[in-house]
Structures are given as C-alpha cells and as structure tokens.
C-alpha cells in the first residue's frame, strides 16, 4: 500500500519562498498522478496542482499560477511544489495525493480515489 509522507512546511514571510515534498513508499509513484491541495481553517480542501503520470504534464489553480511549479522524480519517488512568493491567502494545510493515472490528472479532491499524505503546515505571515 503507498504511504505518502509531506514535508518541509512553516512560517515563511510574504513573499517568501518553500519547496514541500511528498516522499512515497510502499509502491512506485510511476502509475499515479500526483496532487497538491490544500485546506485552510474554514474553508474546503482545494486543488492546487497536479502532474500526471504518464507526461507529466501539469495543470494549477488560477490562484497559484506563475507562482507555484510542481514536479516528480520518479527515481526518488518523490513530488515537490515549489512555492514562491507566497501570500498570507496561500496559509493552509498542504496535503499530497497519488492518484491512479487519467487521461488528465485533476484537481477536484472529491474525485482522489488513491491515497493521501497527512498534510503540512503553511504559514504565510510577517
């Protein structure tokens, strides 16, 4: 069974920089699209980024793009997001997900059908 585990959240300055990772064991990251989504207090989980799994090939919400890049190292079985210049708004839990490879991969979390990470906290605050 996958096992997702994020890493590398906390309080960051506006217009400051993190890169999370979203470190998988268990199984290969290969055959699924992976997930950025994120949840702050209040609010519904959102999608953030995804890339697929068979060409990688991204797609962001439109409150991250130009600002946020995901990526995939199959090798190390990892995903980053790499987050710069981040705003008090992009403060959240930010949870991976590996999902069973589409045509598309999405960014609807009610739709995830694979496996979760147990979240990161992002503080975005002066």
């Known amino acids: 069974q996958l096992q997702l585990v994020e890493s590398g959240g906390g309080l960051v300055q506006p217009g400051g920089s993190l890169r999370l990772s979203c470190a998988a064991s268990?199984?290969?990251?290969?055959?699924?699209?992976i997930g950025w989504f994120r949840q702050a207090p209040g609010k519904e989980r959102e999608g953030v980024s995804c890339i697929s799994s068979s060409d990688g090939s991204t797609v962001y919400a439109d409150s991250v793009k130009g600002r946020f890049t995901i990526s995939r190292d199959n090798a190390k079985n990892t995903a980053y997001l790499q987050m710069n210049n981040l705003k008090p708004e992009d403060t959240a839990v930010y949870y991976c997900a590996a999902d069973p490879g589409r045509a598309q991969c999405i960014l609807r979390p009610g739709d995830v059908i694979g496996y979760w990470g147990q979240g990161t906290q992002i503080t975005v605050s002066s």
């Open positions: 268990g199984s290969t990251l290969d055959y699924y699209d």
